[in-house]
């Protein structure tokens, strides 16, 4: 298994543009979820689906739309970034027993 | 506001010695904590994780005690090695929130051999 996997590793974007952040994951979990991590601060949740289809939410989501329309796959898009969405991304998955696995992360330099 | 905080941005430890990383939570409400340890260009990995029935949680040379009443944990490790150098970062949640985790902003430690 890959595990949890998010592409690209990096990126820079300016002002403005738009882009979409992969995550997929192959262990058939239904629970996906995206976090920033700002620099010196913890994870903050972004939005997170339960099953395909099912998006909610997070702590932080202004600026940020996502989908699910398969079990494996849940991307994050920006569609006009800001310099305050310069972060790292991280996208992690779990099943109903088990605890989150996270991705290596994206990170993100707006300028 | 805060919900979880880890008032200690740093550690360093001599290795052999017991490392102990504290994490405070304001919303007595969470009843699962975890502690998740991350490497440099790296996701977080779980480490290990307690329930608010519990008081102590052990696996091998990691043992996690919650204190309700103080509304605080602490993560101990013991003896400490080289490779334990990471941020290790204290979670909460709430049954039923679809495990929407609540994340402290880490605490950097550092063994030294």
């Known amino acids: 298994n890959a595990g949890v996997t998010q592409t690209p590793k990096f990126r820079i974007l300016k002002i403005g543009q738009s882009m979409t952040l992969q995550c997929a994951q192959d262990?058939?979990?239904?629970?996906m979820y995206w976090y920033r991590q700002d620099p010196g601060m913890g994870l903050k949740l972004i939005y997170y689906s339960v099953g395909a289809g099912i998006t909610d939410k997070g702590e932080v989501p202004n600026g940020y739309n996502v989908s699910r329309s398969t079990t494996e796959d849940f991307p994050l898009r920006l569609e006009l970034a800001a310099p305050s969405q310069t972060s790292v991304y991280f996208c992690a998955s779990r099943s109903v027993q088990e605890t989150q696995y996270f991705g290596p992360g994206t990170r993100l330099l707006v300028l | 506001d805060q919900q979880v905080k880890q008032n200690s941005p740093s550690l360093s430890v001599q290795e052999g010695r017991i490392s102990i990383l504290n994490c405070d939570y304001t919303n007595s409400m969470f009843d699962y904590f975890l502690w998740y340890k991350k490497y440099p260009a790296e996701g977080p990995t779980f480490l290990i994780s307690?329930?608010?029935?519990?008081d102590k949680n052990e696996d091998g040379r990691f043992t996690v005690f919650l204190n309700k009443s103080a509304k605080h944990l602490s993560l101990h490790i013991v003896p400490s090695q080289p490779g334990d150098s990471a941020v290790y970062f204290c979670?909460?949640?709430?049954?039923?929130?679809?495990?929407?985790?609540?994340f402290g902003a880490g605490t950097r430690l550092a063994v030294h051999p």
């Open positions: 979670a909460a949640s709430l049954s039923g929130g679809y495990n929407k985790l609540i």
């Open positions: 262990m058939n979990h239904n629970y």
């Open positions: 307690i329930s608010s029935i519990k």
